[in-house]
């Protein structure tokens, strides 16, 4: 332990000398928050030695990561280590914001990095001046290339994309002679490649027409509702069935797009992701097709465990990995949860009865008649 953070000492004297270094907590969308129990006793109720953990979000503009993620690892590090300490960061979209909470994290005496990046190329950079400070990394969510990791969680995102060009093709029917609209997520995100690739991998096979195809920096819906003007002004009213959209932030914004043209959405089946409160009240509603439900409780619960392990340098747990991941560099020892598909029909059975949302959250105002009609209460 001594060892590691003599070297993370010298790392941060390096970059405050260059300029570079700050301190978690030092904005608005960062903050050191500390996890500890109550009692004396030296030793976490998991068997293993407190340690400090850093948590590492990318951005705020998809509700999920302040709303499920960010509570949930908590919950469960609290629950598996009640005197570990935790230090948090979200880096509201900004690559070089990240490395710096990073660096910050690891002069503060983080003994792992979870690390949910914001780009997963540059990432690699935070990832190997972690490892010249001995503290392992974990991806979270988001694979990072080139770099060595000590372990990976996230959801099947080929997968995903599958699974949403597929409902998209069920909503419209038969594709032959019809186009649709493709509004990717951010290049800079690795899961948003692998979102468009599965999602290609059905298209591209089906017939069905992509008349137009965009990736959305930053995940922004504005973004995605401005890409989608464009497309209605290119291919007019009439010109596409559907709409597929890598998630709800996307999607709300081709709605949008297509409100503000005299479109009704109900007749241009959209797909999402993440079920979002927002997204899940306008598939009740019929503006939105479905969208992706990830059990994000899962996932951040894997995560905190993997967490553990790697700060106590131990193996990741053996009922935990099943999968190994190409991330360029290595073959990296993977949890891969499957995504579920929500429509209408299934938001009860699946949404609600996770408790990932309430009826409470979901049937406010002009709602309550759609959660009537599908049966939620």
């Not at 909470?101 to 190329?121: F, H, P, R, S, Y």
């Not at 914004?253 to 503000?260: L, T, V």
């Not at 959405?265 to 939105?288: C, F, H, N, W, Y």
Request: aromatic content about 4%; hydrophobic content about 40%; glycine content about 8%.
């Amino acid at each position: 332990m001594r060892t590691k953070h003599r070297a993370a000492a010298a790392i941060a004297a390096a970059l405050l000398t260059g300029g570079l270094l700050t301190a978690c907590g030092s904005d608005d969308d960062s903050s050191t928050t500390a996890s500890s129990s109550a009692a004396t006793s030296t030793a976490s109720s998991g068997g293993g030695k407190p340690v400090t953990v850093a948590l590492l979000l990318p951005e705020t503009k998809t509700t999920r990561y302040e709303a499920h993620d960010r509570p949930r690892f908590e919950e469960k590090l609290k629950a598996e280590c009640p005197d570990c300490k935790l230090l948090y960061s979200n880096a509201s979209q900004d690559a070089t914001k990240q490395q710096a909470q990073a660096e910050a994290a690891i002069t503060n005496g983080a003994d792992v990095l979870v690390l949910d990046a914001v780009d997963g190329k540059s990432a690699a950079t935070i990832v190997n001046r972690a490892k010249q400070a001995d503290v392992p990394v974990v991806a979270y969510d988001r694979l990072i290339s080139d770099a060595p990791l000590a372990s990976y969680v996230s959801f099947d995102n080929i997968k995903v994309g599958q699974v949403q060009a597929q409902a998209l093709l069920d909503a419209i029917g038969d594709p032959a002679g019809k186009s649709i609209v493709m509004i990717n997520g951010a290049p800079t995100d690795a899961s948003a490649g692998d979102y468009k690739k599965g999602a290609h991998e059905v298209f591209d096979s089906s017939g069905v027409t992509i008349a137009k195809e965009y990736d959305t920096p930053d995940w922004s819906p504005d973004k995605a509702q401005r890409q989608m003007e464009q497309a209605i002004t290119a291919l007019g009213k009439d010109g596409f069935a559907g709409v597929y959209a890598a998630n709800d932030g996307t999607g709300g914004g081709a709605i949008a797009a297509m409100e503000r043209a005299g479109i009704d959405p109900s007749t241009k089946p959209v797909t999402g992701q993440d079920a979002e409160v927002t997204a899940v009240q306008r598939i009740l509603s019929g503006d939105q097709y479905m969208t992706i439900y990830l059990a994000i409780k899962a996932e951040a619960e894997a995560a905190a465990e993997l967490a553990l392990a790697a700060a106590r340098g131990e193996e990741p747990p053996a009922d935990l990995i099943n999968a190994q991941v190409d991330n360029g560099l290595e073959e990296v020892p993977s949890v891969l949860l499957d995504p579920t598909p929500v429509t209408k029909e299934t938001v009860k059975e699946t949404i609600i009865a996770d408790g990932f949302l309430t009826p409470q959250e979901i049937c406010t105002g002009a709602y309550a008649d759609a959660c009537a009609e599908a049966g939620i209460e």
